[in-house]
């Protein structure tokens, strides 16, 4: 690994969830932001795998509505590019929300790679508050890291693609 990019993204102290980061956020045990609360479960079939008593195994995954998604994730995108984006989104397993991260197993090499977090100002998802909570803990585990703000919600990537990529370009050069 040479770099590292964060758009928006977890950025979680070794043992913490995204869970604990909305708590604090949101201001208690059990409260939540952004597309969270409203998304739904499902239990999915995974094709081809069966427990040895011949039932089949099954992922709970996480489903995000369209219109959550829309103005969760994709706010500030022309209409039908949100549209678009949203009915692309597949389920998501749960693990993943649940998953107790680890920002590096070795802290000499963690140290060594340039880091870059890009915070998206008008994230629906990802509030800034969270963002800058999760830099703050990035900033804890490594002095190797730079902050650039896009005035953008969740995905830069289709609301201001020109100016990410300017931006992933001058990180990477």
């Known amino acids: 690994i040479e770099s590292l990019v964060y758009v928006a993204g977890f950025a979680l102290p070794n043992g913490q969830n995204f869970g604990h980061v909305q708590e604090i956020v949101a201001g208690g045990p059990g409260r939540t932001f952004g597309i969270t609360p409203f998304l739904i479960q499902q239990e999915v079939i995974d094709e081809g795998d069966e427990v040895d008593d011949g039932d089949e ?3 709970t995954t996480l489903v995000a509505p369209r219109e959550a998604a829309i103005a969760c994730f994709y706010q500030d995108c022309p209409v039908e590019l949100a549209r678009q984006a ?23 090499i963690f140290e060594s790679i340039p880091k870059l977090y890009i915070e998206c100002l008008k994230d629906q998802s990802v509030l800034i508050e969270a963002q800058r909570l999760m830099q703050g803990y990035l900033s804890t585990a490594t002095n190797n890291v730079q902050v650039v703000s896009m005035n953008t919600g969740h995905a830069p990537q289709l609301s201001d693609p020109d100016r990410l990529a300017d931006i992933l370009v001058k990180f990477l050069s």
């Open 57 to 59: 195994l099954t992922t």
């Open 86 to 108: 949203a009915e692309k989104l597949t389920p998501t397993p749960i693990g993943g929300m649940n998953l107790d991260w680890t920002i590096h197993k070795n802290p000499e």
